[in-house]
């Protein structure tokens, strides 16, 4: 019976450290400005919705509208998540020193 528990043991530990594995190498290797933005909030430990706050304060855009981009962009799936102009651009200023930065595996 310990012996099964074991087994057990080991294939859950193998299956968590595939799955940090994985989200490790999507956080290093981001597709969309969605993976941007986590990348971002593993990074500083901020919540995305900060970068949002921050973006539109660089382009001077109402807290009110903020937070229906912010709510539109959770709302949305997958690849193709609504992430408004602004957003877009802030990521794309510093895209480049966001591609040289590597997530730790335990993040």
Known sequence: MGYNILKILIIFAVYIL???TYLRWKANNPSSYADYLHKLSIITKKHEYDF?????????????????????FLTSFGKNKLVPQYVKIFID??????????????F
């Open 52 to 72: 949002f706050i921050i973006a539109g304060e660089d382009f001077k855009i109402r807290g009110s509208r903020v937070l229906k981009d912010y709510n539109r």
């Open 93 to 106: 200023n510093g895209k480049e020193k966001l591609d040289k930065i590597r997530v730790p595996l335990f």
């Open 18 to 20: 595939a799955i940090r």
